[in-house]
T-cell receptor, first 114, second 110 residues
Framework: DTAVSQTPKYLVTQMGNDKSIKCEQN?????MYWYKQDSKKFLKIMFS???????INETVPNRFSPKSPDKAHLNLHINSLELGDSAVYFC?????????????FGEGSRLTVL | RKEVEQDPGPFNVPEGATVAFNCTYSNSASQSFFWYRQDCRKEPKLLMS???SGNEDGRFTAQLNRASQYISLLIRDSKLSDSATYLCVVNKGGNTPLVFGKGTRLSVIA
């Protein structure tokens, strides 16, 4: 069983569209994250949720709206997609907010905005 | 200054070689340190935590120098399967997120 699973794995869309990426973890962790890895491979935190509550929002444009219906799920909705949003988006989970424990990542969702 | 800095490489080494990666971090309040490994087009995975006294896991040795704010990873007897990007990761504790370096790319050549 995949510990952290995210869908879709690949997403190609036009500028201006709205898209969502879903993430689920079956590890029983309390904390979930969205990270963005751009073309330069820089992995940067976007959001963190602990038990469905937002605890970190790293100055991400408000076109990005995370939603956590329960502690096992953290979805990411992106409005009005821009070229610069093209990246790989990784969902992750950990038992504690921010660590120091291990982060478990999903396989990533590769978003291409044309 | 970036929070976590690494030499991006690539490091191209022959099988059996010993290779070392370095990483510096800017925040002296950082509390936890890790090395993650990311294979091409895959997700990052924890390789090992880094402890103050230094620690070893098989062919991998990690060291931390808090005074110099410096972390290192040594890989002995490199294997082809060690080819990957190695990410230096730092945590300030509390609810702060893990901060990732840009990674150092290693290619082990037969």
């Amino acid at each position: 069983d995949t510990a952290v699973s995210q869908t879709p794995k690949y997403l190609v869309t036009q500028m201006g569209n709205d898209k969502s990426i879903k993430c689920e973890q079956n590890l029983g962790h309390d904390t979930m994250y969205w990270y963005k890895q751009d073309s330069k491979k820089f992995l940067k935190i976007m959001f963190s949720y602990n038990n469905k509550e937002l605890i970190i929002n790293e100055t991400v444009p408000n076109r990005f709206s995370p939603k956590s219906p329960d502690k096992a799920h953290l979805n990411l909705h992106i409005n009005s997609l821009e070229l610069g949003d093209s990246a790989v988006y990784f969902c992750a989970s950990s038992q504690e907010p921010g660590g120091p424990g291990e982060l478990f990542f999903g396989e990533g969702s590769r978003l291409t905005v044309l | 200054r970036k929070e976590v800095e690494q030499d991006p490489g690539p490091f191209n080494v022959p099988e059996g070689a010993t290779v070392a990666f370095n990483c510096t971090y800017s925040n002296s309040a950082s509390q936890s340190f890790f090395w993650y490994r990311q294979d091409c087009r895959k997700e990052p995975k924890l390789l090992m935590s880094v402890y103050s006294s230094g620690n070893e896991d098989g062919r991998f040795t990690a060291q931390l120098n808090r005074a110099s704010q410096y972390i290192s990873l040594l890989i002995r007897d490199s294997k082809l399967s060690d080819s990957a990007t190695y990410l230096c990761v730092v945590n300030k504790g509390g609810n702060t997120p893990l901060v990732f370096g840009k990674g150092t790319r290693l290619s082990v050549i037969a």
